[in-house]
Nanobody
């Protein structure tokens, strides 16, 4: 079993930046991703990254503002969030897959973190 632990969330003003991290208890050979869930809404895909970091994919609303990365030596993934907007407010979840072919659906991921709150004030 793999444990994922997120950190780095917090409160920031609109236009500000935050970086959230996801530390895995052991090496992840598949896709790592970030999802988010706002109150009263379904969990939505944010970004994913392949094992080699050669392939990344973002949902449209964060493209150009968020950057996903990973350090396999540390078994850690990151989400750098710039130019944050109030609509980015949510609990951010890290997810990991045993597969290199997982996409944007939560059901395609095998392991989940407990989430970290990101709040953007206007």
């Amino acid at each position: 079993q793999v444990q994922l632990v997120e950190s780095g969330g917090g409160l920031v003003q609109a236009g500000g930046s935050l970086r959230v991290s996801c530390a895995a208890s052991r090496r992840i050979s598949g896709i790592m991703a970030w999802f988010r869930q706002a109150p009263g809404k379904e969990r939505e895909f944010v970004a994913r990254i392949s094992w080699s970091s050669a392939s990344t994919y973002y949902t449209g609303s964060v493209k150009g503002r968020f950057t996903i990365s990973r350090d396999n030596a540390l078994s850690t993934a990151y989400l750098q969030m710039n130019n944050l907007k109030p609509e980015d407010t949510a609990v951010y979840y890290c997810a990991a897959s045993k597969s290199e072919y997982s996409g944007n659906s939560p059901g395609q991921y095998d392991y989940w973190g407990q989430g970290t709150q990101v709040t953007v004030s206007s």
